[in-house]
């Protein structure tokens, strides 16, 4: 029952969104590489709204720098993992991520990332940059604490039933966005 009920203030709008998208630019000077990536439309109304609400979202990021081998596979460069927080401040008045103030959460700029190749690439060598993005906002264990505090239920994250751990994953992984894209490394 009192999962019904949490799940009953999770549930998203019926609308129409726009699927997530990841764009970035990257840019070789030399040795350097810099890769400067963009979410869109990440992050979607529901989980706006529960955002709105208190909630803070983990904004995970994945970037690898490839260089590309004719005829042959894709040789793996560098890679980076960052964690960012992303929450709505009504005392910023809008949204926050890691501590920066953005203009609204439809474009996200995420952090600048940059590489330092071991050595001087041939100048014919061409790069490409992948990235991942996914957005946690509710955990399983979360939606198990709305569920515990609704019905004022005294069950551990241990006591529970294995059905009750998957249904609270699913529900928490439909709530999490995702988005991949690649983008040319560009030599001046």
Sequence with gaps: ???????????????????PRVTCSATRVGRRVVVRPEALALVAPELERLMRLGLAGRL???LTLLRRRPLWFSERM???????????????????????????VGTLELERVAWTLEEEPEAE?????????????????SLGKVA??????EKTEAERSALTRGLLRTV?????????????????
């Design 172 to 188: 928490a992984e439909d709530l999490t966005r995702r988005a991949e894209g690649r983008c040319n490394v560009q030599s001046p």
């Design 60 to 62: 995970e990021v994945e």
């Design 148 to 153: 515990q505090w609704l019905t004022q239920g």
């Design 78 to 104: 560098d890679a980076a993992r960052l964690t960012q927080v992303l929450v709505y401040s009504a005392k910023e008045g809008g949204w926050v991520l890691d501590g920066r103030l953005l203009a609204g």
């Design 125 to 141: 060598a061409t790069f490409v940059v992948e990235v991942g993005v996914r957005l946690q906002v509710v955990t399983a264990a």
């Design 1 to 19: 029952m009192a999962l019904v009920a949490a799940l009953g203030l999770l549930a998203p709008m019926a609308r129409a969104e726009e699927p």
